[in-house]
């Protein structure tokens, strides 16, 4: 899941398939991804996982790296 994520981050937002991501990386804070990127990136995620994010899910703690957008993915998908 994370690398799917990642991947999508790397080619699609930053530009870049060669970039490596790291998974602590800070997205928003280190301007890799900008808040378009990041309505882009929710969308992806909606689409390739199958869940909805809701407007009150849309907080800097579950979109801050690729760690804590895979758990928020994990934790949706469950229930």
Sequence with gaps: MN???STYIEKELIGK???KL???ED???SNLVDSM???RLIAFIEKEFEIKVP???MVIE???NVEAIGNYVAE???G
């Design 3 to 5: 690398n799917t994520i």
């Design 17 to 19: 398939p060669d970039f």
């Design 22 to 24: 790291e998974a602590q």
């Design 27 to 29: 997205l928003l804070g």
């Design 37 to 39: 990127g990041l309505m």
């Design 55 to 57: 407007p009150t899910d």
């Design 62 to 64: 579950n979109f801050m």
């Design 76 to 78: 949706r998908k469950e």
